[in-house]
């Protein structure tokens, strides 16, 4: 076994530490809510929020590395990277990152989406320096051993039979494939059996020093915490382990897309026995930065948000067809997509599809009443509020912002837009994306006769 090192890098000259950015871009009231922001020299992007009323912190270091990064040949590295930034360091094996937060009751985990990654620890606010200590350490020092990466291999391949085994989930994956094809986009975030098969130690180490590089990296911290402290720390921490290695490196911007193909009136059935046919009826959406986002926030909330959404209502609420049903919008660098999913017993899977398809239409043709809309934002502006009212949702907004935006809004900002949504603006956004042929992506026990009949939902 390959021993693990204690020797680190040597501390950069004071060049190297001269000059770093203090910015203050949201300012709240008493210092709660104020959300400061502090690049350093290497590049790295350290961003916080502070709210003195709660005992505990959670820290992050949100990455610029998503599966559409990968290569055909790669899909499946970002993950599996994920999986080994746990297994040690230099300075600490596995055991002694999971006992290190373990025995201060602290939480420690991670999670990787199509354009970004996250590692994050939700601890005490006393037990802050061990959280950055910790996590800057897995993120800067990972040894990615290959007996790591063989044994990872095992856990990575159970996950992705785990995935398989819930139709549920694996639906969204194969949505995504029939909107986006055999596009970085179009390919599951996990891989498959045979490309983390094929996935090696050397081939691991090379993406993690393609992007791990500060200048890739946004630190984002909320709770009871000093934003100087929390820099000073994080400083140190990058610094012990000789991370700025260019002093005068400028942050990466926010991603900007790759005008993703994307597709319509395809349909994709993977025949599996399972008690209910899982269906994704959906079609382009908007891209993150889209201005009519928010009047998409409050289309879908309307359409299949909620008890009262049209989706539930006609189909579970008045018919029974299905217990969960909903509608849902996912936003990237340069597209997105749009979709309404339904589990159902296979045998009412073409009434749910009819449903499903003639209120996006009539949405598409009518748009929905003042009331619906009136309603969908008191029920948007009142979620955007619930959802923020732990530390790790704090974390995640302003961590996300950086990275993917660029900047902050603060939550009144975020209500006041919602709230400035008008019917029209509403109606518009429901033309343009309604109105589109959608495709549609089916898992289920679906015998050959009620599979010949799928195109009709997307016809």
Partial sequence: MTSRSSKVTARPSSEARAVARTQTLIKGENGIG???????????????????????????????????????????????????????????SALDISSALDAVGGEMNAFTAKEYTCYYARVLDADLPLAIDVVSDMLTGSLILEEDVNVERG??????????????????????????????????????????????????????????????????????????????????????????????????????????????????????????AHVVLGMPGLARTDERRWALGVLNTALGGGMSSRLFQEVREKRGLAYSVYSYTSGFADCGLFGVYAGC????????????????????????????????????????????????????????????????????????????????EVREVARDILGQRPSLSVIGPLKDKQASRLNEAVA
């Fill in 155 to 276: 856990a990575i391949l159970e996950e992705i039979a785990m995935t398989e085994d819930d139709p549920g989930d694996c639906v969204h994956d194969l949505f995504a494939h029939t909107m986006f094809g055999d596009n970085a986009l179009g390919r599951p975030v996990l891989g498959t059996v045979d490309t983390v098969n094929a996935l090696t130690a050397d081939r691991i180490r090379r993406f993690y020093k393609k992007h791990y590089d500060p200048t890739h990296l946004v630190v984002a911290a909320a709770g009871n915490i000093d934003h100087n402290k929390v820099v000073r720390q994080v400083r140190a921490a990058f610094e012990k382990a000789g991370a700025f290695r260019e002093p005068d490196a400028t942050p990466i911007a926010p991603r900007d897309g790759r005008r993703t193909i994307r597709t319509a009136g395809r349909v994709e059935l993977i025949g599996r026995k399972t008690e209910q």
């Fill in 345 to 424: 017993r296979p045998s009412q899977v073409h009434d749910v599809l009819k449903i499903c398809r003639d209120e996006l239409d009539t949405v598409a043709e009518h748009g929905l009443s003042d009331e619906e809309i009136g309603r969908a934002i008191g029920q948007l502006r009142g979620s955007t509020v619930l959802g923020l009212e732990d530390t790790g949702a704090l974390m995640n907004r302003i961590g996300k912002s950086e990275l993917c935006w660029g900047e902050q809004m603060s939550v009144d900002d975020m209500l006041t837009r919602i709230a400035a949504v008008t019917p029209d």
């Fill in 34 to 92: 104020t959300v400061r922001k502090t690049t350093l020299p290497g590049g790295l992007r350290i961003v916080t929020e502070t709210l003195p009323s709660v005992r505990s912190a959670t820290f992050g270091i949100w990455a610029h590395v998503g599966s559409r990064d990968e290569t055909p040949a790669l899909n499946g590295a970002t993950h599996y990277l994920e999986h080994l930034l746990f297994k040690g360091t230099r300075r600490r």
